[in-house]
């Protein structure tokens, strides 16, 4: 069961950043809060700054384009 949890959080960590970018780009500005508030209620996303956050997986253009997104909120 380890094995399997380790190789399942691996492949959300790196495919939850690709998600997060096409939902961010599918939304106005002003509906950032909202969706963050559903994607965490609905378990989608962890809650910002917590520390399962951080173990997203985002190389420099990913992180890049994602703090972009959030300073426009």
């Known amino acids: 069961m380890g ?6 959080w691996l492949f959300w960590s790196f495919k939850i950043t690709k998600w997060r970018i096409f939902a ?18 609905a378990k989608l996303l962890w809650p910002q700054g917590s520390v399962f956050e951080k173990t997203e997986i985002r190389n420099h253009s990913e992180k890049v384009r994602i703090d972009s997104i959030l300073k426009k909120q």
């Not at 094995?3 to 399942?8: A, E, H, R």
Request: hydrophobic fraction near 40%.
């Open 3 to 8: 094995f399997t949890l380790i190789i399942t």
């Open 24 to 41: 961010y780009d599918q939304l106005e500005e002003s509906d950032l809060d909202e969706f963050h508030y559903k994607a965490v209620k």
